[in-house]
């Protein structure tokens, strides 16, 4: 039997379809079907749907393959649109880890392995994140963007020129700003940013009035945007926000607007409830760093590989090569008193992060570590536009290492070179942990915040074993920030010697 419903959504989540299946497996091409309407009628093109529809189909046969299982086929789908995007999920009570695992027969032949379901899914959706509930079964939720008009790679004739002399009023972003916020990320990117949202005025109007999108804008007389900075809150009501660093329109840079953006945002967040925002600050040039750091914030990390090499600033020059970013936070309000269990190895600089980012935590003796038992459990999200992971260890069991080299391996073969792995700096098992982990050619990156303010993450870096690895073209603003960069390239090159 296949039934219809529907599911209310979270906090920025509009109520979604939901489809039960329990025919098996001949009912998938008509919950594609579904998918596909469903998908249209929230906002994606006939493409796009297309698109999501045909990633679902893919993983619904691959999920219902199992003829031994007696719930092979049988399934659950929720479709719902969030700002901005149109997200899935898949719950199913098929082979678990099957996006790790080397199953043999494949009955569709488009999809051979699960590294290349992987590789097929992230060509065609923006987001992939999947995680096995033990006896509550499987999750895989799949995220497309809403986008409007079709983007091109070439890029048109320049618009009208702006008088960089003119003045600018900085204020909050309202919708009508919409058209002009896009414009200035072309004037500043071409279409090289990541973000793909970014360039269609609709989904940067549904993410703002959604409340996820908070932003501020430096605007001309007749109302052109040369500069804008945005706090991510998502859920609206998180408490940790994600602050962009401000994206100036070139011919405006060195006017001090900047600074500017980032005091209206921080006004903004003192009349708020966060208790803090991270913002990830490029290394091809020392600016977004130093306004960072000129509004009290400090280095967390330094992740290496993280902006894809075809992404450039104008007037900055074409990278031929990926580019890192240094993770900066600003405390809002004071951190709460907290166990650390440092690696050994590591000590050191972590605690010079916590005294640069003012968190309190206290770190325990190195002898009181604690060995891992049981199973594993991690966490993982991919971001098909950078083409990188993030695995989030929530249970340190004592399969870490075989566990984290599938999920490395099935990465890897599909199309998904680089892998962040975050450990929690609560638990006395992350020093053996970061052994372990450092053994299958993670290195060091840096603190990073687990969401909601409720504890901090040791994050580790795993990058494409060809790609080249230099500290030349790093560009840092502080002290911290040169010791962080070498610190972390000497990490690196231990790992890979």
């Known amino acids: 039997m296949t039934t219809v419903d529907s599911a209310a959504g979270g906090d920025s989540t509009e109520a979604g379809l939901v489809l039960v299946n329990e025919a098996g497996a001949g009912m998938i091409p008509a919950v594609a079907s579904a998918i596909r309407e469903a998908a249209a009628c929230y906002g994606l093109t006939a493409h796009g749907a297309d698109e999501l529809s045909e990633a679902c189909e893919a993983l619904l046969r691959r999920v219902s393959a199992d003829p031994e299982s007696p719930e092979a086929g049988q399934f659950r789908v929720t479709v719902s649109r969030a700002p901005g995007r149109v997200v899935v999920q898949i719950d199913d009570h098929g082979v678990p880890y099957e996006l790790a695992d080397d199953a043999a027969n494949d009955p569709q032949a488009a999809v051979h392995a699960p590294a290349q379901l992987l590789d097929f899914m992230h060509e065609r959706v923006d987001r992939i994140d999947y995680l096995y509930r033990g006896r509550e079964g499987n999750r895989i939720e799949l995220t497309k963007r809403i986008a409007g008009v079709e983007t091109s790679d070439e890029e048109p004739v320049h618009p009208r020129e702006l008088d960089p002399e003119q003045p600018v009023e900085v204020r909050p972003m309202v919708a009508a700003d919409s058209i002009p916020f896009v414009r200035n990320v072309y004037r500043s990117f071409g279409y090289t940013y990541t973000g793909e949202w970014a360039y269609h005025a609709e989904a940067v109007t549904q993410q703002l009035e959604a409340g996820v999108l908070n932003a501020w804008v430096a605007a001309t007389a007749d109302g052109a945007v040369v500069g804008h900075a945005a706090i991510e809150r998502d859920p609206p009501s998180a408490r940790l926000g994600e602050g962009g660093a401000a994206v100036v329109d070139p011919a405006f840079r060195h006017h001090g607007i900047s600074v500017e953006l980032g005091r209206a945002a921080l006004e903004w ?176 990156a840096g603190v990073f915040p687990s969401g909601e303010g409720s504890g901090w993450l040791l994050r580790l870096q795993h990058l494409d074993a060809h790609g080249e690895l230099r500290g030349d073209d790093i560009e840092v603003a502080s002290e911290l920030g040169a010791d962080l960069r070498d610190y972390v390239l000497t990490c690196a090159g231990a790992e890979r010697s």
């Open 269 to 444: 967040t003192q009349q708020q409830e966060l208790v803090g925002l991270f913002a990830y600050a490029t290394t091809r040039h020392a600016q977004s760093q130093k306004t960072c750091r000129d509004l009290g914030g400090s280095e967390l990390g330094l992740l290496l590989g993280y902006i894809p090499a075809r992404v450039r600033l104008r007037s900055i020059g074409e990278a031929d090569e990926s580019t890192g970013v240094l993770v900066m936070y600003l405390g809002l309000r004071p951190d709460p008193d907290h166990d650390v269990h440092p690696p050994t190895q590591h000590r050191e600089m972590l605690r010079r992060i916590y005294e640069g980012c003012k968190l309190n935590g206290n770190f325990v003796k190195d002898g009181e570590r604690r060995e891992p038992s049981g199973p594993t459990r991690v966490d993982v999200s991919v971001e098909a536009a950078r083409a990188l992971a993030r695995l989030e260890v929530t249970r340190i069991g004592s399969d870490l290492t075989e566990a984290t080299r599938l999920q490395l391996e099935r990465l890897e073969r599909g199309g998904i070179p680089t892998a962040y792995v975050d450990l929690p700096l609560s638990r006395p098992e992350t020093p053996s942990a970061c052994d372990e982990l450092e053994r299958l050619g993670f290195f060091f």
